[in-house]
């Protein structure tokens, strides 16, 4: 997130796309329903489904999967036309504003409402609200970026934040809500195959250098292989082993069956996980980690704010810490690693990462955690990113052009299948799935039909189906529910043999990321 | 913030013009009794815990509701005041059980606190019959005890003003009021969404999770850390006996404001569960065996050796985590990278 979760309360307006927030984030969902409430503040809500968060809003957008680009170019359509924007902020803060107008104009409500399937009256109204706001947030999780257009559509996003003068300024800001506790902490730590811990680019040669010096090693310079490559290379031969720790990819990735194949054909796998997941079936060597509760270290949230994770147990059996076992195996590896203390690792990372430099564990004792960057001893944290001017200078305007899906549905998979998660679950389940009550509230897979849907394929509320898309088929019941559109279809992913043995592995060029939000399906009665 | 002068205790003090005499007493260091006061909640003034003498007042003023004014004289435990609590505890204990020696609440209860206090021990009013309604236990996380409640509105307010939810309200008028949800039907057919932040506010033992471990509040060692479910980083406290997390509070972090998800509060009983894996294993003609430390390290390491002589480094790639800490994946990317020396390193941010 560019700005804090407690500057919620400080928008006037507020727009969620592509996020069920009060499922998936539920504390910032109460945090942006009370804004409302106590603050008067307005809600526009763009997503697929007729979420819950979706009664609260002003202006709401049921818009067909994979069509966020239209809806937002539309909307810029609208402001620019209409001489709604934040002309000085764009003037003064911003460069190639031009390009924007000749992209968007080409988009004009009637355009973008017809592709997205809303009423063009409802965009105009969307686009008002938000450019009207004195400050105004964006909110946004995977139904944005899990498309084979993803960075297109956060460059997008990021358009209309800066077309209204919303990025740089309490209360606004272009804010992704991260899935999972450390993600934002995973990415930092240049656990990504571009970038060492601080995004600093593997390919710099003074970078490289620095972190030779450091680790006291020599390093390579080629960019190293993404997952869907990773999974490639797997089937092709070229890679012999992989190490997975506290990853299940067997259920978590698209295309199961492409999955084991690339699993099943490597040499070796390490598990390093808190249970024997789908994944760690298929390894060769089971490691015992010790879960979050077990163990001292630090999370840095969604809004960058890093915060201490303690330990108040002691980890079962003869289960370690991952960086016990990881600092353990380097030294069998006969690399000198001798840490005796988490915020050992802590302070080497910082003094390598300049946006870390200036926390430590001592400054994280008072249980307000830091948001990065926060470069010195003294620095307070960041509350918000690119006060008074951006980092890179001058706000860049990125132009995207609508493109369509991958698959679009046909007339062998009329159906577009959309994928999500769910309340009572998380993720692939491994933990969530061992609460007894929570599983109680969603013990199995479901897909999500219209009523109307139900009536064209004569099925019945709890009945069970057979799904099929071009990677697979599943068996899944029936939920007959008016959140969805005729012909638009949702499964939670949580579940093993699930909406992840049919979803679609294509994938964003640009990050990597495939397109599980749309693929296109077909439903058929069992009996 | 703009001074005045009031006159608390028989002593002159400055406070902050827009204090309640609440808030002005707590500046102060004056304790001032409350059950349901909470500062991220409209003040509601219900449980008259909190009264207090006002100079030239007709009655004991809640401090929790009352603005202070130039001048005010205030007394915080006058004999009338403290008349007035001891009068409002009995009238909750009279239609409360005084089942403390078996109800989990004791050692972490508001009346049983203020009750050991103010020298309350429920003969007073006695005589009546108390409430017997029904235990609702239809929600998967948490029972309500309606015998238990003294109305505060805690519950009530914090669905509402906080979680947004509105699941539960007030029913019934004068004595048989109480919280409930539409038609009476069980919470569980409420739109409760089971974040449990009513249960984490109630005062008394009327809200409690479902935990089978019993423990009393004063067994139990709390550690604050945050949550390991979804992004937001809330801050909890784990309450941890024998070894074993028996139960998950909010704390005040934050991104959280005290407040948690159904996850976030009920969803940690995977930490001990019997499914963990304890000891290394290796796989031998497609079964697993246990292994120690060693034999797991010393088998992943010949690997390593062998395949990167083999095959090079680009042959061998790492999945991190985004469960785990910055510590484990800082260690994670300096192992492939120093280590192994490739760049083939990456997570699970995209998913």
Redesign the interface.
């Known amino acids: 997130m560019t700005n804090s979760i407690n500057e919620i309360d400080k928008s006037e307006v507020i727009f969620i796309i592509g996020s069920n927030t009060t499922e998936n984030h539920p504390v910032i969902g109460s945090r942006i329903r009370r804004a409302i409430k106590q603050n008067g503040a307005k809600l526009i809500v763009a997503d697929p489904r007729n979420i819950d968060i979706a009664n609260d809003a002003e202006v709401f957008m049921q818009i067909k999967p994979g069509t966020n680009i239209a809806l937002l170019n539309s909307m810029m359509n609208v402001i620019i036309e209409e001489k709604l924007y934040d002309k000085e902020y764009v003037d003064t803060k911003t460069e190639d504003f031009e390009k924007l107008v000749e992209t968007v104009s080409n988009y004009s409500a009637k355009v973008g409402a017809k592709i997205c399937g809303v009423d063009a009256e409802d965009i105009k109204r969307a686009s008002k609200l938000y450019a009207k706001a004195n400050v105004a947030s964006l909110f946004y999780a995977m139904g944005i970026t899990q498309h084979t257009s993803g960075t297109y559509n956060v460059m997008a996003i990021a358009n209309l934040a800066m077309l209204c003068g919303n990025v740089g300024k309490e209360g606004g800001g272009v804010n992704p809500l991260r899935g999972q506790n450390n993600v934002q902490g995973a990415c930092d730590m240049g656990a990504l195959p571009n970038v060492y811990p601080g995004y600093q680019k593997v390919v710099l040669p003074e970078v490289k250098e620095k972190f030779e010096k450091a680790w006291n090693t020599k390093l390579d310079n080629k960019v190293g292989l993404s997952i869907p490559k990773i999974l490639d290379k797997a089937i092709s031969g070229d890679l012999k082993m992989l190490y997975i720790f506290g990853e299940n990819p067997m259920v978590s990735d698209p295309d199961t069956k492409h999955i084991e194949k690339a699993l099943k054909n490597l040499e070796f796998i390490v598990s390093q996980d808190i249970f024997l997941n789908e994944t760690g079936e298929l390894a060769d060597v089971v490691l015992p980690a010790a879960c979050f509760a077990e163990k001292e270290g630090t999370f840095t949230n969604t809004e960058r704010r890093v915060q201490r994770v303690r330990k108040a147990v002691e980890a079962p059996g003869k289960a370690k810490p991952d960086w016990v076992i990881l600092s353990e195996l380097m030294s069998k590896l006969g690399y000198d690693c001798s840490y005796n203390s988490a915020s050992n690792i802590f302070d080497e990372m910082a003094s390598l990462t300049p946006s870390y430099a200036g926390i430590s564990y001592k400054r994280l004792e008072n249980n307000q955690g830091l948001q990065w960057p926060c470069p010195s001893e003294d620095h307070p944290g960041t509350k918000y990113l690119h006060k008074d001017k951006f980092a890179r200078g001058l706000g860049i305007f990125k132009p995207s052009e609508y493109i369509t899906a991958d698959e679009l549905p046909d007339e062998e998979f009329p159906l577009i299948m959309t994928t999500g998660r769910i309340l009572y679950q998380y993720h692939t389940m491994t933990m969530s799935g061992r609460v007894e009550g929570l599983n109680k509230q969603a013990p199995e897979s479901y897909i999500e039909i219209s009523s109307k849907t139900a009536k064209i394929l004569r099925v019945i509320n709890g009945e069970m189906v057979r799904v099929t898309s071009r990677r697979g088929t599943i068996e899944t019941r029936v939920k007959v529910t008016e959140i969805v559109e005729e012909g638009v279809v949702f499964m939670p992913f949580h579940y093993a043999n699930g909406a992840n043995v049919i979803t679609n592995p294509a994938t964003d060029p640009l990050s990597g990321i495939s397109e599980v939000k749309v693929c296109a399906v077909k439903i058929e009665k069992i009996a | 913030m703009e001074k005045i002068i009031i006159i608390i205790n028989g002593k002159e003090a400055q406070v902050d013009k827009n204090f309640t005499i609440l808030q002005a007493a707590k500046s102060l260091g004056i304790e001032v009794p409350t059950i349901c006061n909470d500062n991220r909640l409209v003040p509601h003034g219900a449980c008259r815990m909190c009264v207090v003498e006002v100079k030239n007042a007709r009655a004991l003023l809640t401090a929790c509701t009352t603005p202070v004014a130039e001048g005010m004289e205030i007394n915080t435990h006058s004999e009338r005041v403290i008349n007035s609590r001891k009068t409002t505890l009995e009238l909750m204990i009279a239609n409360h059980p005084l089942d403390c020696l078996t109800c989990s609440k004791a050692g972490n209860c508001k009346l049983q606190d203020y009750c050991f206090e103010y020298d309350v021990t429920g003969e007073k009013f006695s005589g009546f019959d108390k409430d017997d309604l029904p235990i609702d236990d239809s929600n998967?996380?948490y029972t309500f005890d309606p015998n238990k409640c003294i109305l505060c509105g805690k519950c009530v307010k914090v669905c509402d003003?906080?979680?947004?939810?509105s699941a539960i309200g007030f029913s019934g008028r004068g004595f048989s009021t109480h919280v409930s949800h539409p038609f009476e039907a069980g919470m569980d057919y409420s739109t409760c969404?089971?974040?449990g932040n009513c249960v984490s506010v109630c005062p008394v033992g009327a809200l409690m999770p479902?935990e089978k471990t019993k423990f009393r509040e004063w067994e139990v060692?709390k550690?604050?850390?945050?949550?390991?479910?979804?992004?937001?980083?809330?801050?909890i406290e784990?309450k941890?006996k024998n070894?074993?997390?028996v139960g998950v509070d909010p704390?005040m972090?934050?991104?959280?404001?005290g407040?948690?998800?159904?996850?976030?509060k009920?969803?940690?009983?995977?930490?001990?569960?019997p499914?963990?894996?304890?000891?290394?294993?290796?796989?031998k003609d497609g079964v697993?065996n246990e292994?120690t430390?060693d034999e797991?390290?010393?088998?992943?390491?010949s690997?390593?050796?062998e395949?990167k002589k083999e095959?090079g480094?680009?042959?061998?790639?790492?999945?991190?985590?985004?469960?785990?800490?910055?510590?484990?994946?800082?260690?994670?990317?300096?192992?492939?990278?120093?280590?192994?020396?490739?760049?083939?390193?990456?997570?699970?941010?995209?998913?």
Request: charged share 20%.
């Open positions: 998967d996380f003003e906080l979680q947004c939810t969404v089971s974040c479902k060692k550690t604050q850390t945050t949550c390991s479910y979804c992004g937001v980083g809330c801050q784990l941890v070894n074993k997390v704390a972090g934050p991104s959280n404001d407040l948690l998800c159904v996850k976030g009920f969803g940690y009983k995977f930490i001990n569960h499914d963990r894996l304890k000891i290394p294993l290796i796989k697993f292994a430390w797991a390290y010393d088998l992943i390491a690997k390593i050796n395949i095959h480094s680009d042959s061998i790639a790492g999945l991190s985590s985004a469960r785990a800490t910055n510590e484990d994946n800082y260690l994670m990317q300096k192992m492939m990278r120093a280590v192994i020396g490739t760049n083939n390193i990456d997570h699970c941010a995209r998913l």
